[in-house]
């Protein structure tokens, strides 16, 4: 079955530090990509996605890349904040099975000052 | 409403007891998915509905699980005879649609914790 393998946490960075949170995934056909964040304290959200091969999801100044080829979607940051301190979950889904979400396990961040 | 709502926030109950969950989607999101999130683990998926159609009761992990909605509106997890195992977060998230951006929306979760 389709699964979803990020690389485990936590991982702790200084402020204005480079992030990447490896993703790689096993699916059939066509999946849609996802990363989603969860705040200390606050709900899962949406933070970018890709729906087709070699599309790029941005948001908050992070980017993904939709890697066929390498089956992953690896989360990058140029240049993180304090504010970024977070959980982070990669995740795929298939329009032909309800769309619904397999997860990755979570990676933890924490950017230090 | 302004997001999807979830109650209870917190459950504590013994094991053997029944417990019920609810989730108030954003309105008019015709799709709705619970997942389970145990510690230490990724999020699981649970049941699926979409408007008027059978729900995809395939991520459901035993009978002890059921779950109802109706029309496009709430819906209730079930939880029968409740074990130590089921101790987990319980999330529940809204999307307009299978077709479009089918973003999910998420709800704050409950946390269920079985004695």
């Known amino acids: 079955g389709d699964s979803v393998t990020q690389m485990e946490g936590p991982v702790t960075l200084s402020e204005e530090a480079f992030l990447t949170i490896n993703c790689t995934y096993t699916a059939t056909g066509y999946p849609s990509l996802f990363w989603y964040v969860q705040y200390p304290g606050e709900g899962l959200q949406l933070l970018l996605k890709?729906?087709?091969a070699d599309d790029k999801g941005s948001n908050k100044g992070f980017e993904a890349t939709y890697r066929k080829e390498t089956t992953s979607f690896h989360l990058e940051k140029g240049s993180v904040q304090v504010s970024d301190s977070a959980v982070y979950f990669c995740a795929l889904s298939h329009p032909g099975n309800n769309r619904k979400l397999i997860w990755g396990l979570g990676t933890s961040l924490a950017v230090n000052p | 409403g302004a997001g999807v709502s979830q109650s209870p926030s917190n459950k504590v109950t013994e094991k053997g007891k029944d417990v019920e969950l609810r989730c108030d989607p954003i309105?008019?999101?015709?799709?709705l998915y619970w997942y389970r999130q145990r510690l230490g683990q990724g999020l699981e998926f649970l049941i699926y509905f979409q408007g008027n159609s059978a729900p995809d009761k395939s991520g459901l992990p035993s009978d002890r699980f059921s779950a109802e909605r109706t029309g496009e509106s709430v819906s209730t997890l079930t939880i029968q005879r409740t074990q130590q195992e089921d101790s987990a977060v319980y999330l529940c998230a809204s999307s307009l649609g299978t077709s479009g951006s089918h973003e999910q929306f998420f709800g704050p979760g409950t946390r269920l914790t079985v004695l």
């Open positions: 890709a729906t087709k």
């Open positions: 309105s008019g999101h015709t799709a």
